[in-house]
C-alpha cells in the first residue's frame, strides 16, 4: 500500500530536484508541502474537537442521569449528536487519511531508491547538505539532537488548552517521544531526519495559529450561546 503513496511523492521529490539541484533542499520543500497540504485536515480536526468541548457539559449530564441503563444513555447521546448534527467518527477520518501520507512519506525517505525511478536521483540521495556529508547515512548528533528537540516543543505547543487528562498523557509524551525521535534519527538515514526535524517546526507553526483560531471558536461559540439565550 505504502508504494502508492511512496510513488507520487518520489515523483514531487524528483520534479522539485529537477528545480533546484539540491537534494536537501528538496527535502526541505517536499516536507513544507506535504505539511501545508495537511492544514485543511488538522483545521477540520481542530473544529470536530471544539464541537465536541461544547457538547461536553450536555454529555456528561447524559451520562449521569442514565449511568445505570448503558442502552439508553447511547440512545441519548444518539439523539445529541443529532440534534447538534455531530458525527462522533468525523474527528477520526482527519487522522485516517494523513497517516498513510505521513507514513508513505517515511517510506520514502528511508529507502529512496525503491520509490524513486529517475536515474539522476540515484547520486542526489547522497549528496552533501550543510555538515552532513552524505544524506543517505546517518547523521550521529546534531540532527537527532535537532529533531528531538523540535519535538519536545512540538508538544510543549500542543498541551496548553487540553483538559487535565489529555494534559498528563500529552507530558509524559512530550519527555518520551523526543528521546525515541533522537534515537531513531541516529539510525536513519539524514534524509529522512532533516524531514522530520522540517515536518516537527512546520507543526509548531501551525500549532500556534491553530491556537488562535482555536481562541476565535470559542469567542464565536460564546456569542451564538449568548445570541441564543437573548432570543428566548
Not at 494523513?98 to 542526489?124: H, K, W
Not at 533522537?182 to 538515514?189: Q, T
Request: charged letters at 15%; aromatic letters at 10%.
Amino acid at each position: 500500500m505504502l508504494q502508492f503513496i511512496a510513488k507520487p511523492l518520489g515523483l514531487l521529490l524528483t520534479g522539485i530536484y529537477g528545480i533546484v539541484n539540491n537534494y536537501g533542499i528538496s527535502l526541505i520543500i517536499l516536507t513544507v508541502i506535504v505539511r501545508v497540504c495537511m492544514i485543511p485536515l488538522y483545521a477540520k480536526q481542530l473544529r470536530t474537537s471544539a464541537a465536541m468541548a461544547e457538547m461536553q457539559p450536555k454529555m456528561q449530564e447524559i451520562q449521569r442521569r442514565y449511568a445505570n441503563d448503558m442502552e439508553l444513555m447511547q440512545q441519548k447521546l444518539s439523539e445529541l449528536y443529532r440534534e447538534e448534527n455531530y458525527n462522533p467518527m468525523s474527528g477520526c477520518l482527519p487522522m485516517i487519511i494523513q497517516m498513510p501520507i505521513i507514513m508513505g512519506l517515511f517510506a520514502l525517505l528511508r529507502n529512496p531508491m525503491m520509490y524513486l525511478t529517475d536515474e539522476s536521483m540515484v547520486m542526489a540521495v547522497h549528496e552533501s547538505f550543510l555538515w552532513v556529508q552524505d544524506l543517505s547515512q546517518p547523521d550521529s548528533w546534531i540532527l537527532p539532537i535537532a529533531a528531538g528537540l523540535a519535538q519536545y516543543f512540538a508538544f510543549s505547543s500542543q498541551s496548553s488548552g487540553m483538559d487535565q487528562a489529555a494534559a498528563g498523557m500529552m507530558n509524559s509524551m512530550k519527555y518520551f517521544f523526543p528521546v525515541m525521535i533522537f534515537l531513531m534519527g541516529r539510525s536513519f538515514p539524514a534524509g529522512l531526519t532533516v524531514y522530520w526535524f522540517v515536518g516537527t517546526l512546520v507543526m509548531i507553526v501551525q500549532n500556534i495559529f491553530m491556537k488562535g483560531y482555536k481562541e476565535k471558536l470559542k469567542s464565536k461559540q460564546a456569542e451564538n450561546q449568548k445570541n441564543g439565550k437573548k432570543k428566548k
